[in-house]
């Protein structure tokens, strides 16, 4: 069972599509088992009350029941055990990059390790990024870069919202143009994350100028043909994020 058929057949409420099957209804048991987890409604450590029970409580077959916890065992949210039950599995176990657990961080409010990590990650793979977009972009993508800045700079600092989805775009424009399968496949898996930051990031921002001149900075190189100063223009635009992300951190706090 792949993650993108799975994520389509659930309503935007976290319910079954009507008269949709038993696929749906069995996404809608997984999609609320894993919000009650992420909230902390079931807590990690705690085992799940038992077969019979879970059925009743969520109004589903036993098979759809079993279907939905071999998934969040394969996400590394539940291991079962003989006798002993269902046990929820600590936080350092999950796989985050599933986009169930995603949406449900952002949905309860993901904490300070998150935004972290994200940017951790950022850190090592947008910089080598931009490097081989600057040593391999075709004109169409160096085009989808550039358009993504133009509304970058088109955008009202007060409008945070289509200032982050167009960061976003820019950043996806690149990972995209580096020709690297691994970091697209990445950037896809994460774009709810990355968006989540860049709203996070913007509406921290204390200069929407220098925010502008930093990516100016990035896709001028990458323009130019030089992996080198790309990758250090990514490097200090990403390490401005960071700053940014731990004032919002503090501010939210």
Do not use: C
């Not at 972290?116 to 160096?142: F, G, K, V, Y």
């Amino acid at each position: 069972m792949t993650v993108a058929r799975t994520a389509g057949m659930v309503s935007a409420n976290g319910f079954p599509i009507a008269e949709s099957g038993k696929r749906s209804v069995r996404e809608a048991l997984l999609q609320q088992l894993v919000d009650l987890i992420i909230s902390g409604e079931m807590p990690e450590g705690s085992v799940l009350p038992n077969e019979a029970d879970l059925t009743e409580k969520f109004g589903v077959s036993r098979t759809t029941l079993r279907e939905a916890m071999q998934y969040l065992s394969a996400l590394g949210i539940v291991r079962s055990r003989t006798r002993a039950g269902t046990t929820i599995l600590p936080k350092e176990n999950w796989n985050y990059l599933d986009p169930i657990i995603l949406d449900a961080m952002l949905k309860f409010g993901a904490d300070e390790r998150f935004y972290i990590s994200l940017i951790d990650a950022r850190q090592l793979l947008e910089p080598a990024a931009a490097a081989q977009a600057a040593a391999n972009a075709t004109a169409r993508q160096l085009f989808q870069i550039s358009k993504a800045f133009e509304e970058m700079v088109e955008a009202n600092a007060r409008d945070t919202e289509g200032w982050s989805r167009a960061d976003l775009d820019f950043h996806t424009a690149i990972i995209n143009a580096s020709g690297n399968w691994v970091y697209q496949q990445f950037a896809t898996a994460i774009r709810a994350a990355l968006l989540a930051s860049f709203r996070l990031t913007n509406r921290a921002s204390q200069s929407h100028e220098q925010a502008i001149s930093k990516h100016h900075d990035v896709l001028e190189a990458i323009r130019m043909r030089q992996p080198e100063s790309a990758s250090q223009a990514m490097e200090e635009l990403i390490g401005v994020a960071r700053h940014e992300i731990a004032d919002a951190l503090r501010n939210r706090s």
